[in-house]
């Protein structure tokens, strides 16, 4: 459904992506791991859009994503950003049913509301946050809202930057089975960026791992134990010496 | 070598004029596709209301305490340098002119830079850092739309109206204090201050008002929306935008004024 083919991206001197090419198949969860800095937020903002690479080829269901209609195109999609990207002028909820309030998708006021409450739970967090401003929460629990606010449409696409982080291990279990279930019973396509192996072994169905501006491995989640190889190893199992340097 | 010396300085003239051109070329870009959005839809309007609440409404304060100084002052100033060839009778009609044509336009201007750009900017660069505007575009909201418009459509529509307001207050400062001070009588004051007023010195401060609103929150926007990274990258992009506004709202007063004035 979403394909990258040799897609490079640098910010002056610096090459991030190197030629990157990566498959997700439609209802399919995919997974992407790697070092921090290593261009995975890139890769995923290539894809939406937000970021044009220099070169290389992003489609989408076959579609150029810098060709497509943009409106349409967005609407099939939703995000969760590594910092949560909250509207801090708006309260909680009004953030969760943004795109209900607004555009096409535009509802009445009180079922907006109706569905941010519902998506609110869904991610752990009680209707007495809905009123608050993002401010006003932890950012475990901003983190969440953003979880709220990608899902609050029902895309058919979502994207995940580092949903866990920053949230303890067991808001971090409740979030990566909330993930697993958005792609079973939604048939939702995900793309989730993480550093957590627990979030990686419960939630994909394929894992890509990003090193030197290029996927060094890719394959289904059954395999990634016995793939041999030596960068995935060495991410899987935390080790300090191995290819991958610890100075970057 | 001396061929080198002279090639060199000159170089490095080329190229910041080279770069200045680039930046008043983005500049503009990015104000005509603000003013193209204007008409198109979908329109903001909570968020218009919203902007002529904070752009108009909470400077009135500012602007009226301004203004008021500025026309008291400017009495106390054209009587003591009227009264040196016996000139001091002309006080409500330079108050009116000085505060109409130039002062109330170019003050309200210069704390509309200070007051509403500089939040602006921030407020734009700090929503540009923390990844809320790419928020904005995945949620299939037009960050120009949602953000710009209605910021620079409120100024168009408020800062006009502030200077109308400072223009009537700066010359109730000079009014006030040329009659509790100076000895002027009030009815002659304002019959003086009404009879010199021409139309054309109300229309041109009513349209520097708006020339300066536009440029004052279009820099706001613009500098936010490039903002670099980081808290730096928001300190940066408030300073340039206030700096920006202000020297642009000074430089179109000179060429309004030249347009509206010189016969
Ligand atoms: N707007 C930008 N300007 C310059 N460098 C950037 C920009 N965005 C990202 N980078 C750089 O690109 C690299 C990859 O960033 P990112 O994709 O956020 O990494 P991560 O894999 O941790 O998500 C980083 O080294 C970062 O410094
Ligand atoms: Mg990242």
């Known amino acids: ?248 | 070598m001396s061929a080198r010396l002279i090639s060199k300085p000159l170089a490095a003239i080329g190229r910041s004029v080279l770069q200045l051109l680039a930046a008043i070329g983005r500049v503009a870009i990015f104000a005509a596709s603000v003013i193209s959005h204007f008409f198109r839809p979908p329109f903001y309007l909570k968020e218009l209301l919203q902007s002529i609440l904070n752009i108009g409404y909470f400077s009135l304060p500012v602007v009226g305490l301004t203004a008021l100084f500025t026309g008291g002052a400017l009495a106390l100033q054209i009587y003591a340098g009227g009264a040196r060839f016996s000139a001091e009778a002309v006080v409500p009609q330079i108050v009116a002119i000085g505060m109409v044509r130039e002062l109330g336009p170019v003050l309200v201007g210069l704390m509309i830079a200070a007051r509403v750009t500089s939040s602006i900017a921030a407020e734009i660069a700090t929503m540009k850092v923390t990844e809320q505007i790419d928020a904005l575009v995945t949620l299939s909201t037009n960050p120009m739309k949602y953000l710009a418009v209605p910021r620079v459509l409120a100024a168009l529509i408020t800062v006009p109206l502030l200077v109308g307001i400072g223009d009537i207050i700066g010359i109730m400062g000079g009014f006030i204090v040329a009659t509790q001070s100076l000895g002027f009588n009030a009815a002659t004051y304002l019959h003086n201050t009404a009879n010199f007023l021409e139309p054309l010195d109300i229309i041109s401060s009513l349209v520097k008002g708006a020339v300066f609103g536009g440029i004052a929150a279009t820099m706001g926007c613009y500098y936010g929306m490039n903002s670099g990274r980081g808290a730096q990258g928001v300190g940066r992009a408030t300073k340039g935008a206030v700096e920006a506004a202000a020297v642009l709202i000074l430089a179109a007063n000179f060429l309004l004024t030249g347009v509206f004035f010189s016969v």
């Open chain 1, 1 to 248: 459904m979403i394909t990258l083919e040799d897609v490079h991206k640098s910010f002056g001197p610096k090459q991030v992506l190197r030629g990157l090419d990566l498959h997700v198949p439609r209802g399919e969860s995919m997974v992407i791991i790697g070092g921090s800095g290593t261009g995975k937020s890139i890769c995923i903002k290539c894809i939406l859009g937000l970021v044009t690479p220099d070169s290389g080829r992003i489609t989408v269901d076959g579609v150029n994503v810098q060709k497509a209609e943009r409106d349409a195109f967005l609407a099939r999609f939703g995000m969760l950003f590594q910092g949560g990207a909250l509207f801090d002028s708006m309260p909680i909820w009004q953030n969760v049913a943004f795109r209900l309030m607004r555009g096409s998708l535009k509802r009445p006021k009180a079922e907006a509301y109706e569905i941010a409450v519902e998506k609110l739970r869904r991610v752990g967090l009680s209707p007495d946050v809905a009123p608050l401003y993002p401010a006003e929460l932890s950012g475990g629990m901003q983190k969440r809202v953003g979880l709220a606010r990608a899902i609050a449409a029902d895309p058919e696409i979502i994207f995940f930057d580092e949903p866990t982080t920053g949230l303890d291990p067991i808001m971090s279990g409740v979030i990566n089975e909330l993930i697993r279930e958005i792609v079973v019973e939604m048939g939702a396509t995900t793309v989730t960026i993480t550093h957590d192996m627990t979030s990686v072994r419960t939630i994909a169905d394929r894992v890509a791992m990003l090193h030197d501006g290029v996927i060094k491995w890719t394959g289904p989640v059954s395999e990634m134990d016995a793939s041999g190889d030596a960068h995935l190893d060495q991410f899987i199992h935390g080790r300090a010496d191995g290819p991958i340097a610890s100075l970057r």
